[in-house]
């Protein structure tokens, strides 16, 4: 295990530069989280077998049977998560995990996203490449269920930025006041929308976006925004389905953004279920 956890921080190191910024090619992406994923397991495992092997005695002064039953308990809990881990690394690949745990990683990366961070911080690695290689590591697991609802019942949001700042029409909760005069990409995915039959909102943040999704109960949820947002916003709706697409800020965050409307297309179709399916 030690050695492990070298290799993993040996690999993250490599990838921060001189100035402490994280350099990704975009292939080694979601071979970042895996990395620090794997490193912030190998660091809470032992941690706590450290752990319990200090409390030892004083536990078996209590009951001399109860650092075996506390032991057998924490071996279940690593079992558990070696087996996210291993999932994890089965998605990054494209393959199924033959196992009824498989549906649990996202619990597992909840978990331990504090401390991928915290491990991120410690190796200089910027946050905004932890949270993108997350949301791509996110869409890689979620592609890999093959994951197929009616157009229906997809809600798909996006950010209120994504707006002209200078637009005089309002188009928070309902999109359909756009003009769609094409100075931004808000008329086009109203569009699509329309053409393909999915919720659409544009709302103004998180709180707005999860009243959306117990209000509608959607089987899946595909967002657009920064990668602070999709991050957080993936782990609220956990265990709902959610696919992120990442915004382009030409101007900076929160301000006249984009979107890759061929990416943005290309999710859509992966997800919505044909009539013939």
Same mark, same amino acid.
């Given at each position: 295990m030690v050695m492990v956890c070298q290799k993993v921080t040996a690999l993250s190191v490599n990838m921060v530069n001189t100035a402490g910024e994280a350099i990704i090619p975009p292939k080694l992406e979601k071979k970042l989280f895996l990395s620090l994923f794997v490193g912030a397991f190998c660091l809470i495992s032992l941690l706590t077998m450290a752990m319990w092997k200090? @409390?030892?005695?004083?536990? &078996?002064?209590?009951?001399?049977?109860?650092?075996?039953?506390?032991? &057998?308990?924490?071996?279940? $809990? +690593?079992? +558990? &998560?070696?087996?996210? $881990?291993?999932?994890?690394?089965?998605?990054?690949?494209?393959?199924? +995990?033959?196992?009824?745990?498989?549906?649990?990683?996202? @619990? $597992? #990366?909840?978990?331990?996203?504090?401390?991928?961070?915290?491990?991120?911080? #410690?190796?200089?690695?910027?946050?905004?490449?932890?949270? @993108?290689s997350f949301v791509a590591v996110s869409n890689q697991i979620v592609r890999n269920t093959r994951l197929k609802v009616p157009a229906d019942r997809l809600l798909v949001v996006t950010p209120h930025c994504l707006q002209k700042a200078s637009c005089p029409h309002k188009i928070t909760r309902d999109p359909n006041n756009c003009k769609r005069c094409g100075g931004c990409d808000v008329g086009a995915m109203v569009t699509l929308a329309e053409e393909m039959g999915f919720?659409? +909102? #544009?709302?103004?943040?998180?709180?707005?976006?999860?009243?959306?999704?117990?209000?509608?109960?959607p089987k899946a949820v595909l967002a657009v925004a920064c990668e602070r947002d999709l991050t957080s916003g993936i782990q609220d709706v956990y265990p709902l389905p959610a696919v992120g697409v990442m915004n382009i800020r030409p101007n900076g965050p929160c301000y006249n953004t984009h979107v890759d409307m061929e990416d943005f297309k290309r999710q859509l179709e992966e997800i919505i279920e044909k009539p013939n399916d």
């Open positions: 200090i @409390a030892y005695l004083g536990l &078996a002064e209590i009951q001399q049977d109860l650092p075996l039953l506390i032991g &057998a308990v924490l071996g279940i $809990v +690593f079992l +558990f &998560a070696l087996l996210g $881990v291993i999932n994890l690394f089965f998605s990054l690949k494209g393959w199924k +995990f033959p196992i009824p745990f498989r549906g649990k990683t996202y @619990a $597992v #990366v909840n978990f331990l996203y504090p401390v991928v961070v915290l491990l991120g911080k #410690v190796l200089k690695i910027d946050l905004r490449r932890i949270e @993108a919720n659409f +909102f #544009v709302v103004t943040g998180g709180t707005l976006a999860r009243q959306i999704v117990k209000k509608l109960r």
